[in-house]
């Protein structure tokens, strides 16, 4: 009996005592080299292209599922599915959709060609196409968070599909060199040169050849050009949009080479120190027509506040920062907007400092509207710690919180987004409660949209108004 009870209580002992070393070593490979690193980067490789392509037809390619009549009706376009089919049959020209009886399955193209016959033909007082006021630019939205695993690509991506679905032309812009984003649009990206890469570089050397023209003016040498400023200046941004298989959203994909940008960047800003190397995607986009082109422009920005986030930052309209409730994410995330702050409040002041001296107006940031996003929310164990974040964060939190749901989980094994995912595939009420969450989600966000765009249009005939007010006077 005493026996057992020695065994008993020896069997009961932690799995960390009682190793035995030389067992342990026996356990070991050869000391690692770097080349072995090599190996498993090509073995990851190998399996991450087979897991992407889990989500693809069999000729390699990535398509959109089409949707189904209760879907149009219940998600895409206003209306009953007995008017609907009363429409189609009265309207011959109009896309039919496929498959026999009531039940019938559209591509998206077909899709958004019916919202624009019931904005024309329809119920005046219903809303079956998204609004955004003309004559403004597209909104950039960033989302970002300094902190890994946090949910940003995933709400990155089913924000672009939400805005896809809704109507919305989409540019999404990887600005992670790990490219998830990429993979999850279904992108190829060969190398850094069909990244943002270029039009980073791009805009350091037009910056160079501004700061040549007066050097030569001044008598001094200019600055050489080397290929990859000279290869740089003949990059134009809508070289770099590839289409995806949303007819409505375009993505400027990114690869591991983008982050050479990282160290690229300071080696170009200390040979000039005027470059604005902020400014570089804020112009890329507004001097390649693209603000004008798209209603939104997302950019998915990599987990740290190097230059390619702070050019997202500099560029957006909107900054959306998920995060999830637990203490080290919210600790993480108000360190991130720490750095926000004394990042940009440095670069307003040393720039401030230089108009001031040439009696320049100052410059300064500024952006639309933040809010914080939390994600993979278990209501169950974690709403008194939200809580806690949403008093602490006050009106930079949204109000809905984006609950974990196992649709996310089996979407991502497919490495797809639950729009892209059949519903067939599932329960039809399981499918209803899994895309909600990125229903409010989306909801909330196209909130601020709006009402950004609102105000600027405000903005806009107000200042048309105070000029045709001077001009009489």
């Known amino acids: 009996m005493a026996q057992n009870s020695s065994s008993s209580g020896k069997d009961s002992l932690p799995p960390y005592f009682n190793i035995d070393p030389e067992r342990a070593a026996k356990k070991l490979s050869h000391p690692i080299d770097t080349a072995r690193f090599a190996k498993a980067a090509a073995f990851a490789g190998r399996g991450r292209d087979d897991l992407a392509k889990r989500g693809y037809a069999p000729d390699g390619k990535k398509r959109l599922r089409k949707f189904s009549t209760w879907e149009v009706c219940k998600y895409l376009i206003p209306v009953a599915a007995a008017h609907l089919r009363r429409v189609l049959k009265a309207n011959p020209d109009l896309p039919q959709g496929e498959g026999s009886g009531g039940s019938k399955w559209f591509t998206l193209d077909e899709v958004l060609e019916l919202r624009k016959h019931f904005t024309k033909e329809g119920n005046p007082n219903r809303e079956y196409t998204a609004w955004r006021p003309e004559g403004l630019p597209a909104k950039v939205v960033a989302v970002a968070n300094f902190k890994g695993g946090v949910g940003k690509t995933s709400t990155a991506a089913h924000l672009a599909m939400s805005a896809g679905l809704d109507g919305y032309k989409v540019l999404v812009i990887d600005l992670d060199s790990q490219g998830s984003m990429t993979s999850i649009m279904g992108g190829t990206v060969a190398d850094e040169w069909q990244t943002a890469f270029p039009l980073m570089a791009r805009d350091y050397a037009q910056a160079l050849q501004r700061e040549n023209i007066v050097r030569e003016a001044a008598g001094q040498a200019p600055f050489p050009f080397d290929e990859t ?6 990059v134009s941004p809508r070289n770099l949009v590839q289409k995806t298989h949303w007819p409505n959203i375009d993505l400027i994909g990114a690869q591991l080479n983008l982050y050479w940008a990282e160290f690229q960047v300071p080696v170009w800003r200390m040979q000039l ?165 990125f229903d409010q989600t989306w909801a909330e966000v196209k909130e601020v949209i709006l009402g950004t765009w609102w105000r600027d249009l405000q903005m806009l005939k107000a200042e048309a108004e105070e000029g045709q007010t001077d001009g009489e006077a």
């Open 273 to 437: 120190r005027s470059w604005a190397l902020w400014d570089s995607l804020s112009n890329a986009l507004e001097n390649g027509g693209l603000l004008d082109e798209y209603d939104i422009i997302l950019l998915d920005t990599p987990p740290a506040l190097g230059y390619l986030t702070i050019n997202a930052l500099a560029a957006a309209d909107i900054l959306l920062v998920p995060l999830g409730a637990s203490f080290l994410e919210f600790d993480s995330t108000g360190r991130f907007f720490d750095m926000i702050y004394s990042t940009f409040a440095s670069i307003e002041e040393g720039e401030n400092r230089i108009r001031r001296a040439d009696g320049l107006p100052e410059m300064r940031f500024e952006w639309d509207a933040v809010r914080a996003l939390i994600t993979r929310f278990d209501a169950s164990q974690q709403t008194d710690l939200a809580n806690v974040i949403q008093a602490y964060f006050g009106d930079f939190m949204t109000t809905y919180r984006q609950d974990v749901t196992a649709m996310v989980g089996q979407a991502g094994e497919q490495v797809s987004g639950i729009y892209e995912t059949d519903y067939r595939d599932f329960n039809r009420d399981t499918y209803v409660r899994g895309r909600e969450t």
């Open 229 to 234: 400023l000279t290869e740089a200046l003949q």
